[in-house]
């Protein structure tokens, strides 16, 4: 059995810092912003956010943990929604919504949900379950198709965060988008 030991206070301020930091770069300039601009504003060496965070997957994961918690929750609240497609497409536009915040991010979903050795995969296992609830209920109640798949439900909320990423200048165009896509559940 292994013990993982606390962290050093010191360490601990590093770690928040870093995610501090990490969390404004990813908003200013996207999830490629550059790891030693994120080390250097923490005021930590590069190989200091390494030893945190072993590499940029596990920072981004770190990093939206508070907005995948938020996401679990919701999804706990629509469960029991009297109207099941409408918890689930409430869901699917919440989904939309994150993968949105930050440039980059939906982009990088999208690749984790391949490799589930990615430490963005923590982010996207739990989210594809919780989605995977909502949507069998709503099966289950006949209003959205069988050969629906919360994988392509998923790659599609993130293609459309994707998309509107590319034209910000359209606010309105990512739940349009959703809203064509979602036309297409029904049986």
Request: with cysteine.
């Amino acid at each position: 059995m292994t013990t993982t030991r606390p962290m050093r206070a010191d360490a601990r301020r590093n770690h928040e810092r870093l995610l501090r930091v990490a969390r404004a770069a990813f908003a200013e300039h996207g999830t490629d912003a550059a790891l030693e601009d994120i080390a250097r504003r923490a005021g930590v060496g590069i190989g200091t956010l390494y030893r945190h965070f072993p590499n940029r997957h596990a920072l981004m994961n770190a990093v939206f943990q508070d907005a995948v918690a938020a996401l679990l929750d919701r999804s706990r609240e629509l469960a029991h929604a009297d109207e099941p497609c409408t918890a689930l497409v409430e869901w699917l536009r919440a989904i939309v919504t994150h993968a949105g915040e930050y440039r980059g991010l939906a982009r990088a979903l999208m690749s984790a949900s391949y490799d589930p050795s990615s430490a963005l995969s923590q982010c996207s296992v739990p989210l594809r379950a919780a989605g995977e609830r909502l949507l069998t209920r709503a099966q289950e109640a006949g209003v959205v198709r069988r050969d629906v798949s919360i994988g392509d439900l998923m790659q599609l909320t993130n293609a459309i965060a994707l998309a509107a990423e590319q034209d910000s200048a359209d606010p309105a165009l990512a739940d349009r988008l959703l809203t064509l896509t979602l036309r297409g559940l029904k049986p």
